[in-house]
């Protein structure tokens, strides 16, 4: 290009001097002087207008070429945005009714249309009107909902003289379960563009329903899981307890039918400690379903609330401290609900087995982990009995609480002595990154058992056993 400027340039200076020349050697010998001006101007203008005709109407092909790339690259652009919105929504989970409008909005608006609708496939086999956006009253608002029989019968959602003019499949995976379709007035002849618009949206619409389902799925499996875990916990203590003070009274009547009124008595005071502790755990039950807590607010306050109301509802003086960087640290959701998990199962165990009165909680962050610390003043016990005696551990619930962490890539420790209160440790990775932390140990039974000065330290990869809790 810049060499043809150059060019056209040399020519209208040869030109030029060729109009010169001949002015020279034959007009001024046959010519006077005004009409030599008046012929050698005439020609120089209709050169010039010839010339600057070829350079206009080439600008203005550049300019035209510009302004359709330009609109292009807007339409472009409108659309990426759009589909950028949208995936947030439903990246974001947000409610799959509002985000199936938001994209039916932008295929309206992007695509110039009269109305947008989505369409999908019912188990009877007819198409169902989903979503709309209409702001012409294109759609029939008297349709029952479930009329086409295809995908070609979308024309019966609308009033006379609006037609489908443009659809696009949704699709789960390879299945296709419905139509994003936009309607005119009238027939239209669409562009490119716009089917390009159209099927990036309805890509949108089959994420944003395949979310839709798997949220609904993951809540009834969370709610399933809290029901077995409801019922696990009926069954191993409430029921338990019931089934001991059924006992119980039928003892205290027997005594008092035989006029031992002191052995019944007793059999009173141990009816009365279990009927105490099922109080305490149905109150502790009520605290956890409540929803207090909830680690959606982030951990470290998940946990202090908690914590504030578990001590206040087990008499316990709970004094809880978390650093800034540990507050922040990017945990992902899983791994939060499983150490709140965790903090809870250990303030269960404080409260029914330490018979402790101030509870420490420590959160930190180290290098990749955040490190959650529960100490507590109570009796304590000894690891050797555990490890080796008829009642072997995991005890107190403690492989629930090894299986959580390592669930989240974790682990957890616990240490104590008889006398000495007990400390459960534990470390979860941030970011995906697991450090493994001296206490954790590939190692057979015999081997997790270690003494210090202190304590002695339970490690958490011991295999088997059963639960008190």
């Not at 799925?217 to 089934?243: K, N, T």
């Not at 989240?408 to 990775?429: D, F, I, K, Q, Y």
Request: hydrophobic share 45%; aromatic share 6%; proline share 3%.
């Amino acid at each position: 290009m810049p060499r043809l400027r150059w060019l056209a340039v040399a020519a209208i200076v040869v030109c030029i001097a060729i109009f010169e020349a001949a002015a020279d050697k034959w007009l001024d010998r046959t010519l006077a002087w005004p009409w030599k001006l008046i012929i050698v101007t005439t020609a120089i203008a209709l050169v010039a207008s010839a010339w600057a005709w070829l350079a206009f109407n080439a600008i203005d092909r550049l300019e035209r070429d510009i302004l359709d790339r330009n609109q292009t690259l807007e339409s472009r652009n409108a659309m990426l945005r759009a589909v950028y919105d949208v995936s947030l929504a439903v990246a974001g989970q947000a409610d799959p009714d509002t985000t199936i409008s938001t994209i039916l909005d932008h295929a309206r608006s992007l695509v110039r249309a009269d109305a947008a609708l989505l369409a999908l496939q019912t188990p009877t086999g007819k198409l169902r009107l989903r979503a709309e956006s209409d702001l012409t009253g294109a759609i029939e608002p008297s349709t029952d909902g479930e009329s086409a029989l295809t995908y070609d019968e979308l024309d019966c959602f609308l009033r006379p003289g609006f037609r489908i003019g443009l659809m696009a499949s949704v699709t789960y995976g390879d299945r296709r379960v419905g139509t994003l379709a936009v309607a005119d007035r009238g027939r239209r002849i669409y562009e490119i563009a716009d089917v390009e618009i159209l099927s990036a949206l309805a890509t949108q619409v089959g994420l944003a329903i395949e979310a839709a389902r798997i949220h609904d799925e993951l809540q009834e499996l969370a709610v399933q899981r809290e029901r077995e875990r409801i019922a696990r916990d009926m069954h191993d203590g409430l029921a338990q307890v019931l089934a001991y003070v059924n006992t119980k009274s039928q003892a205290v009547s027997h005594l008092l039918s035989e006029d031992r009124v002191e052995e019944a008595r007793t059999q009173l005071g141990q009816l009365e400690a279990a009927a105490r502790t099922v109080f305490e755990d149905v109150r502790e039950a009520i605290l956890n379903l409540s929803g207090t807590g909830s680690p959606e607010h982030g951990l470290a306050q998940a946990i202090e609330e908690y914590a504030a109301l578990f001590g206040q509802s087990a008499d316990l003086d709970i004094n809880f401290n978390a650093t800034a960087e540990a507050a922040a640290a990017p945990l992902s959701a899983a791994t939060q609900a499983e150490v709140f998990s965790i903090a809870r199962e250990a303030l269960t165990n404080v409260r029914k087995h330490a018979h402790a009165r101030d509870v420490a909680i420590d959160m930190r962050r180290r290098a990749g982990e955040v490190v959650l610390t529960i100490k507590d003043d109570g009796v304590g016990f000894d690891a050797d009995v555990l490890a080796h005696g008829r009642e072997r551990w995991p005890h107190f619930g403690l492989a629930g609480m090894r299986e959580r962490a390592e669930s989240v890539g974790g682990n957890v420790a616990w240490r104590s002595r008889p006398g000495a209160g007990t400390e459960v440790e534990l470390h979860v990775p941030v970011g995906g990154t697991t450090r493994h932390h001296a206490l954790e140990r590939s190692t057979p039974l015999h081997e997790t058992l270690a003494s210090t000065p202190q304590h002695q330290a339970v490690r958490s990869t011991v295999e088997g056993g059963s639960e008190a809790d």
